[in-house]
């Protein structure tokens, strides 16, 4: 039988989707084909710190727990840290007696992490010097995914449709707020979505409906990113399409997020990691077959404008009375919790959570042997 692969699984992370991402990381750990990998779990505290496999592991679920490889669980590390010097292969281990750095191999790495550091490239650039492969888009990919105004730059170049933005900076709003309330009232007017241009989940995003909601929902946005996108409030329902390979990338059936009842007016984090029972995710969703074809589409469309890589998930807002269907942004690492659209998606298209594991591994690799025949000199 051939080697098992290890598998490094960060997951935790600096950002306010730290739990989800330790859900996520405990479905993915659990549907691991156990004979095909040896998963090592890494956790990054909520401060950055990361944590070794046997401390990572008592983080996650006990179902996840108890499918990791008994050295995983029991081996004293010390401090751990992947390096940006190749040297040092995989998975590093030092302690602070000034005893030697140990090496293990880590023959990939699975990021799981939402959010700022560890969606949005900064993880992805360590692993790129590191020179290991790893699952997901690369730095590109990542930071734009995680920037809602590049993205939708990027976006406009590809055609995509999209509903009317602008955008500013904290220190212009610092600076001058009626002017910059000025200026969204002649570009975009009410209703309006002001959203931290790179987080997630929902966090710091609210309705405006006047001038008195436009300040609150900027001063909160302004406490989560320097740079601030404003967007006209679209009555829509939520479509979303899970994408998966690297240079030829293939879509799933979309699903759709139906709300029953949501009194805040939008999916907020509650909603979208809770089971209130107020919003379902229903997949496949109910639309005409033209309608899919053309949601497929504009998918992959946009994962290539962004240069994807692995995975992603597509969200569209698809417009009530018109039909109008405009793209809302695209998420490079999805939740991938057990009740999550990305996993769900693809098992509607006839394509197992494993199975997809396994897709996502390979095309890591994939991506990995394709950028290593790039020449670094001249000759
Ligand atoms: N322009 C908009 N019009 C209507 N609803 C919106 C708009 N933008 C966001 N929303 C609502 O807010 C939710 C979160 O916004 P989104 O841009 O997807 O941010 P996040 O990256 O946090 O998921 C959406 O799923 C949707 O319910
Ligand atoms: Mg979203």
């Known amino acids: 039988m051939a080697k098992k692969l290890r598998v490094g699984v960060i997951f935790g992370g600096r950002s306010s989707e ?48 108890a499918l990791l490889p008994k050295e995983t669980v029991t081996k ?33 790495v699975f990021p799981v992490l939402h959010g700022p550091f560890g969606e949005d490239g900064t993880l992805q650039g360590l692993l790129e010097m590191a020179n290991v492969p790893y699952v997901g888009g690369g730095v590109l990919a990542s930071a734009c995914g ?8 990027l976006f406009l170049q590809a055609g995509l449709p999209m509903c009317d933005y602008t955008w500013f900076l904290r220190a212009h709003w610092r600076a001058d707020r009626e002017k910059v309330i000025r200026k969204i009232e002649r570009e975009i007017g009410y209703p309006c979505f002001v959203k931290p241009a790179n987080l997630g989940s929902s966090v710091g995003i609210s309705k405006a409906v006047d001038k008195q909601s436009l300040v609150k929902a900027i001063d909160l946005a302004a406490r989560f990113d320097r740079k601030i996108i404003v967007e006209e409030a679209v009555d829509a329902r939520e479509i979303e399409c899970a994408v998966l390979g690297n ?34 995710f229903v997949v496949p969703a ?10 497929q589409k504009l998918a992959v469309l946009a994962f290539r404008s962004v240069d994807g890589a692995g995975l992603a998930r597509v969200d569209f807002f698809l417009k009530r009375g018109t039909n109008e269907l405009l793209i809302n942004e695209l998420n490079t690492l999805p939740g991938l919790t ?8 693809w098992e509607a298209s006839g394509l197992s959570y494993s199975k997809m594991l396994d897709e996502l591994i390979e095309l890591a690799f994939e991506r990995h042997r394709e950028k290593s025949l790039n020449q670094s000199t001249l000759s």
């Open 18 to 65: 730290h739990e989800v991402s330790v859900r996520s990381a405990a479905s993915v750990i659990e549907a691991m084909d156990r004979k095909r990998y040896d998963v090592l779990p890494i956790a990054i505290t909520r401060e950055g710190k990361w944590l070794p496999p046997a401390e990572a592991a008592k983080l996650l679920s006990k179902g996840a727990q």
């Open 76 to 108: 004293e590390r010390g401090e751990i840290a992947i390096l940006g010097d190749p040297s040092h292969v995989g998975l590093t281990s030092f302690s602070f007696n000034g005893g030697p750095l140990a090496s293990e191999p880590l023959d990939v």
């Open 146 to 153: 995680m920037d809602k105004v590049a993205m939708k730059h």
């Open 247 to 280: 240079d030829e990338p293939k879509a799933s059936l979309p699903g759709e997020y139906v709300v029953y009842d949501n009194s805040a007016g939008f999916l907020d984090y509650t909603e979208k990691y809770s089971k209130t029972g107020r919003v379902e």
């Open 286 to 295: 109910s639309l005409p077959k033209s309608l899919v074809t053309k949601i």
């Open 338 to 345: 057990d009740v999550s659209g990305y996993p769900k998606m």
